[in-house]
């Protein structure tokens, strides 16, 4: 089945700096990658997703990008504030499985004023 | 998007028990899901919730222990059975819209005593 790893598990930014998290999965199936944000107390928020026909996707300070040759996605918050501050999960799925989600294991983004 | 509530947002149950999970969405999903969340964890998924017929597990998880209801588009139950405190954690619902993005409810904290 599908496996996704995330980087890193925390992170640290100055705010007004970016932060990049990373992810890799396994399976050369998987065609839809959505990313949650997931404040303390609340459940996961899609904030962005990218499907695999697209190399780049971008809304405001948010961005994806998916490389499926290498089989890794990456997200990138340009700018960051102090209420970015929350858990990011990354995830994964395929048409023969579509909505069975197979999430990364977080990141923990931390962003101090 | 859809706007998934959940009922109740936490309880606190004696071990040996039952608590019955509820999943209200406010439009019509094509998919709704059920995912658990350890403490400090990701997201794994228990099942898939099929309207009007049994719901489809995953490894690792059986009816007899999470039996699972959708008698309609929008709505769905989940029952933790026979509790024991390693029951304790965070339960999900989730729908897919037609646009195949998928939304996640507030969660239910579940403490098994």
């Known amino acids: 089945g599908e496996n996704v790893e995330q980087h890193p598990s925390t992170l640290s930014v100055q705010e007004g700096d970016s932060a990049v998290i990373k992810c890799t999965y396994s399976d050369s199936a998987s065609n839809y990658f959505p990313w949650y944000k997931q404040e303390l107390g609340k459940g996961p928020q899609l904030i962005i997703d990218?499907?695999?026909?697209?190399g780049e996707k971008k809304d405001q300070r948010i961005a994806v990008t998916l490389n499926k040759t290498a089989k890794h996605f990456s997200l990138h918050i340009t700018e960051t504030q102090p209420e970015d501050s929350a858990v990011y999960f990354c995830?994964?799925?395929?048409?023969?499985?579509?909505?069975?989600?197979?999430f990364g294991a977080g990141t923990q983004v931390v962003v101090t004023p | 998007s859809a706007v998934i509530s959940q009922k109740p947002s936490r309880d606190i149950c004696q071990r040996g028990t039952s608590l019955t999970i509820q999943c209200q969405v406010d439009s019509q999903v094509t998919m709704m899901f059920w995912y658990r969340q350890q403490p400090g964890q990701s997201l794994t998924l228990i099942a898939t919730a099929n309207q009007g017929s049994e719901a489809t597990y995953e490894s690792g998880f059986v009816i007899d222990k999470f039996p699972i209801s959708r008698p309609n588009l929008t709505f769905s139950t989940l029952t933790v059975s026979n509790m024991s405190p390693e029951d304790s954690s965070i339960y999900l619902c989730s729908g897919v819209t037609g646009a195949h993005e998928q939304f996640f409810g507030p969660g239910t904290r579940l403490t098994v005593l």
């Open positions: 990218i499907r695999s026909n697209v």
């Open positions: 995830a994964a799925s395929h048409g023969d499985s579509w909505g069975k989600l197979q």
